[in-house]
């Protein structure tokens, strides 16, 4: 990437077709130039591009409007071009209140909506070709309607066009060389903004012979020196004057956009383009964000080769040269529009019996039962109202279990049903791609590059094998739940928006999970991280004879096409009551009935009505709704204050995790309010989270088991062995062991429990200090 104006084009136009004295007279002249050393690095590329003549800008006092916009061209125009500024120049007046003059001063950018044009019949009638012409030739027909637009408003100063409303919209993937120089409208996602420089747009001269001052202008900021001069004919040197009135210079910078993720072809890498931002536009971009861009589509030329130019080969690479951008920063599903058909459609959905329960069997079908962990990461797509410098409403969700159950593909289920969805596996992600990465440009600028929480803004950001990613955990704790991310390298102090729903999936440590140890222990995730999770589902791989029968038909009806036929009507009848009794409620409702076949919703139709949700539906809690919450964060307040005092503290996060579901549990009924049925479901719901993490081995449901600390059953013996360690260091007058040395003594005093297990969680409570390669320091209490 390029960096400014003096070195784009270093190679390319060296030793074009130019007469060999004026070649030589400008490269005496930039190389013996003492106003500027910066300019002599490129004495080789002071040609044109395409061999084009450089165009002068007339400095005269009297200098008229029309030289302003075509310095090039002859006033008055040809009859076809006068006709058209006739045309506009009626629309114009008869539309003068669309145009803001006190907006235009400040930004010297007019806003131009296409659409209001093309359905304008007395402009379309005399322009029948504008559509035409905009495309085709951007370039005139943009600073035709500059011209006209400063001549009818009386502006101060040059101005630029912003088209809006271009129709249509080019797939990033289409891009090709034959839309060059042609008008068109992409949209994409930013992925990389590069630091704002300075571009020249046009640049002074002075002949070193008559001393006479030229203006030449550099179009696409490639440095361009007159041939010859306008006074005295003569073309043996000239001076560029970088101080002078008359060079001009305008803010400039460069983003790439990448396509959508849901756009692109699977297996490929997504395809991406540089956007170059001038003037107002400059800023206007931010990694993460949506944008649709119209531009002109330019061609950068790369040499690549001998350094001299001569067996180079020139590498063509399109960007394009934006005239205006939209951003739709915003917008939870920026992707999606709705159409006639889809309103009707969402209605249909809405007028069904159990909405909730549709969902739920519709997201990931092939995944047999797990209607809890279902319910839980619909709602979890869904997320509570947003208010505005209010705690976040996107809750996150946690899915704990031994290999085989299921648990990538509903992550991958959720990342497709997400109007904005970006799935990442741990095991392949470091810090930088799962936030923010910072790289440098070719000029030795920082860029920043969005990771994945960023690209995933109003998202949804499915996280795959959390535990294999121990070392970026850090990076996931500031987008939970301060909803952005922060960088600060090389001098470079920002943050970014990433306000993404994160569900994850993890296995436990040890290959399966044990029901003696906690989550934290089974998982060996930073209890920060782990506090941030609104639910935790739990899946363990028990064998069931008759779940299993019924696993077993359900995947072979998957392969048969013979789905809800078989034994599994008498098996669904004993099913039915045999599991989590305290979540009888909600679970019995959710489960398919004996011999019951749902109609589930296609991917597309449920991604839609997540969307429709999520934009136009922000409930608010209801007085009982409210009151049955209370009564619950009481009751687990109570509870936790009666047990003991070791286990997780019960704070306002969990009742915050609570109204946040209980809004997205509304938002699925499409009802502006939370009823009291809505809570109630929540509860039923944080209870099943609670008991698969608060019960042990035997089932026991016990709050005084920390889901970040040491289970009841460690909790003794490690208690025992910090005993015998404190003794064993005041005998030995010593506080630094080896791990040898620590299960020596930990053998030596008859300790139960394995010793490796209590060192690493006496390392965790910091009751250890790691100072070296297996050697740990003894923490006085």
């Known amino acids: 990437m390029r960096r400014n104006w003096r070195g784009r084009y270093r190679h390319n136009w060296h030793r074009s077709n130019r007469p060999n004295s004026s070649s030589g007279a400008d490269n005496r002249s930039l190389n013996n130039s003492s106003s500027s050393a910066r300019i002599s690095s490129v004495a080789g590329s002071s040609?044109?591009?395409?061999?084009?003549?450089?165009?002068?800008?007339?400095?005269?006092?009297?200098?008229?409007?029309?030289?302003?916009?075509?310095?090039?061209?002859?006033?008055?125009?040809?009859e076809e071009i006068s006709d058209h500024i006739k045309c506009f120049q009626s629309f114009i007046e008869k539309n003068r209140s669309?145009?803001?003059?006190?907006?235009?001063?400040?930004?010297?950018?007019?806003?131009?909506?296409?659409?209001?044009?093309?359905?304008?019949?007395?402009?379309?009638?005399?322009?029948?070709?504008f559509s035409?012409?905009?495309?085709?030739?951007?370039?005139?027909?943009?600073?035709?309607?500059?011209?006209?637009?400063?001549?009818?408003?009386?502006?101060?100063?040059?101005?630029?066009?912003?088209?809006?409303?271009?129709?249509?919209?080019?797939?990033?993937?289409?891009?090709?060389?034959?839309?060059?120089?042609?008008?068109?409208?992409?949209?994409?996602?930013?992925?990389?903004?590069?630091?704002?420089?300075?571009?020249?747009?046009?640049?002074?001269?002075?002949?070193?012979?008559?001393?006479?001052?030229?203006?030449?202008?550099?179009?696409q900021g490639v440095f361009t020196a007159p041939t010859v001069c306008q006074s005295c004919r003569g073309g043996s040197r000239f001076d560029p004057l970088q101080s002078s009135p008359f060079?001009?210079?305008?803010?400039?910078?460069?983003?790439?956009?990448?396509?959508?993720?849901?756009?692109?072809?699977?297996?490929?890498?997504?395809?991406?383009?540089?956007?170059?931002?001038?003037?107002?536009?400059?800023g206007t971009a931010c990694p993460g964000d949506v944008l649709s861009v119209t531009g002109i589509v330019q061609v950068r030329g790369e040499s690549k080769g001998g350094e001299d130019g001569k067996r180079a080969a020139r590498l063509l690479q399109l960007y394009i040269e934006a005239v205006s951008i939209h951003s739709q920063r915003n917008l939870s599903n920026p992707t999606l529009s709705f159409?006639?058909?889809?309103?009707?459609?969402?209605?249909?959905i809405h007028a069904s019996e159990d909405v909730f329960r549709l969902l739920v069997h519709s997201?990931?079908?092939?995944?047999?039962?797990?209607?809890?962990?279902?319910?839980?990461?619909?709602?979890?797509?869904?997320?509570?109202?947003?208010?505005?410098?209010?705690?976040?409403?996107?809750?996150?969700?946690?899915?704990?279990?031994?290999?085989?159950?299921?648990?990538?593909?509903?992550?991958?289920?959720?990342?497709?049903?997400?109007?904005?969805?970006?799935?990442?596996?741990?095991?392949?992600?470091?810090?930088?791609?799962?936030?923010?990465?910072?790289?440098?440009?070719?000029g030795g600028d920082f860029a920043l590059e969005a990771g994945a929480l960023v690209l995933a803004d109003n998202g949804v950001c499915c996280v795959d094998e959390l535990d294999k990613m121990t070392a970026h955990h850090s990076s996931l704790l500031e987008a939970m739940e301060q909803r952005r991310v922060s960088v600060a390298k090389g001098g470079v102090v920002c943050s970014l928006a990433a306000r993404a729903t994160v569900l994850a999936a993890a296995n436990p440590h040890a290959g399966s999970y044990n029901r003696a140890k906690t989550v934290a222990e089974n998982l060996k995730i930073n209890s920060a991280l782990l506090s941030r999770f609104d639910l935790v589902f739990i899946l363990l791989d028990q064998p069931n004879e008759k779940i299993d029968a019924m696993l077993s038909e359900h995947v072979l009806a998957l392969h048969s096409g013979q789905k809800g036929k078989g034994s599994s009507k008498s098996l669904n009848i004993s099913i039915n009551t045999s599991q989590?009794?305290?979540?009888?409620?909600?679970?019995?409702?959710?489960?398919?009935?004996?011999?019951?076949?749902?109609?589930?919703?296609?991917?597309?139709?449920?991604?839609?009505?997540?969307?429709?949700?999520?934009?136009?539906?922000?409930?608010?809690?209801?007085?009982?709704?409210?009151?049955?919450?209370?009564?619950?964060?009481?009751?687990?307040?109570?509870?936790?204050?009666?047990?003991?005092?070791?286990?997780?503290?019960?704070?306002?996060?969990?009742?915050?995790?609570?109204?946040?579901?209980?809004?997205?549990?509304?938002?699925?009924?499409?009802?502006?309010?939370?009823?009291?049925?809505?809570?109630?479901?929540?509860?039923?719901?944080?209870?099943?989270?609670?008991m698969d993490i608060f019960s042990d081995e035997f089932g026991n449901i016990q709050l005084s088991r920390s889901i970040n600390g040491s289970g009841v059953s460690a909790?003794?013996?490690?208690?025992?062995?910090?005993?015998?360690?404190?003794?064993?260091?005041?005998?030995?007058?010593?506080?630094?062991?080896?791990?040898?040395?620590?299960?020596?003594?930990?053998?030596?005093?008859?300790?139960?429990?394995?010793?490796?297990?209590?060192?690493?969680?006496?390392?965790?409570?910091?009751?250890?200090?790691?100072?070296?390669?297996?050697?740990?320091?003894?923490?006085?209490?």
């Open 580 to 690: 989590y009794d305290s979540d009888a409620s909600l679970s019995t409702r959710l489960r398919l009935k004996p011999g019951e076949v749902i109609d589930t919703l296609p991917l597309v139709l449920l991604r839609k009505y997540i969307a429709y949700a999520r934009r136009y539906v922000h409930p608010k809690l209801s007085t009982e709704a409210a009151n049955a919450l209370q009564n619950f964060y009481l009751e687990l307040r109570h509870n936790h204050q009666s047990g003991s005092q070791d286990g997780t503290p019960i704070t306002t996060r969990q009742l915050e995790a609570c109204i946040r579901l209980t809004q997205a549990r509304a938002r699925v009924d499409l009802r502006e309010e939370a009823t009291v049925k809505d809570a109630n479901d929540v509860i039923s719901l944080v209870k099943h989270s609670l």
């Open 132 to 219: 035409t012409d905009l495309f085709e030739k951007p370039d005139i027909t943009l600073r035709l309607l500059e011209f006209c637009l400063h001549q009818s408003l009386k502006c101060e100063s040059k101005i630029k066009v912003r088209v809006l409303n271009h129709q249509p919209v080019i797939p990033l993937s289409n891009l090709k060389v034959n839309y060059f120089g042609k008008l068109v409208t992409i949209k994409g996602t930013v992925i990389r903004v590069g630091s704002v420089g300075l571009i020249c747009t046009s640049m002074a001269f002075e002949c070193s012979s008559c001393h006479n001052i030229q203006a030449i202008v550099q179009p």
């Open 98 to 129: 669309l145009f803001d003059l006190e907006k235009i001063d400040q930004t010297r950018s007019i806003p131009l909506d296409v659409q209001s044009l093309v359905n304008d019949a007395d402009f379309s009638s005399k322009w029948s070709t």
């Open 247 to 282: 060079t001009n210079t305008t803010d400039w910078q460069v983003a790439k956009i990448q396509e959508i993720q849901s756009q692109g072809v699977s297996g490929t890498i997504p395809r991406s383009v540089e956007i170059e931002l001038q003037g107002d536009l400059v």
């Open 715 to 781: 909790r003794g013996k490690l208690k025992k062995f910090l005993d015998v360690l404190t003794r064993r260091s005041h005998q030995l007058g010593k506080d630094i062991f080896t791990r040898q040395e620590l299960i020596q003594i930990h053998k030596a005093a008859g300790v139960p429990g394995d010793a490796g297990e209590l060192i690493e969680a006496m390392h965790i409570h910091s009751y250890l200090l790691l100072k070296g390669s297996n050697t740990y320091q003894l923490i006085a209490l």
């Open 363 to 442: 997201l990931c079908p092939t995944i047999f039962g797990q209607e809890a962990v279902k319910a839980g990461l619909i709602l979890g797509l869904i997320g509570g109202t947003e208010l505005d410098n209010g705690p976040r409403s996107n809750p996150h969700v946690l899915i704990v279990g031994d290999p085989g159950l299921g648990k990538s593909q509903l992550l991958q289920a959720a990342a497709h049903a997400a109007p904005r969805g970006v799935y990442v596996c741990g095991a392949s992600a470091s810090a930088g791609g799962l936030t923010v990465a910072l790289g440098r440009e070719a």
């Open 339 to 348: 159409t006639l058909k889809d309103y009707y459609a969402i209605q249909e």
């Open 47 to 78: 040609r044109a591009p395409a061999n084009q003549l450089p165009i002068v800008l007339s400095l005269n006092s009297e200098n008229n409007l029309w030289k302003l916009y075509f310095p090039s061209e002859d006033y008055p125009p040809n």
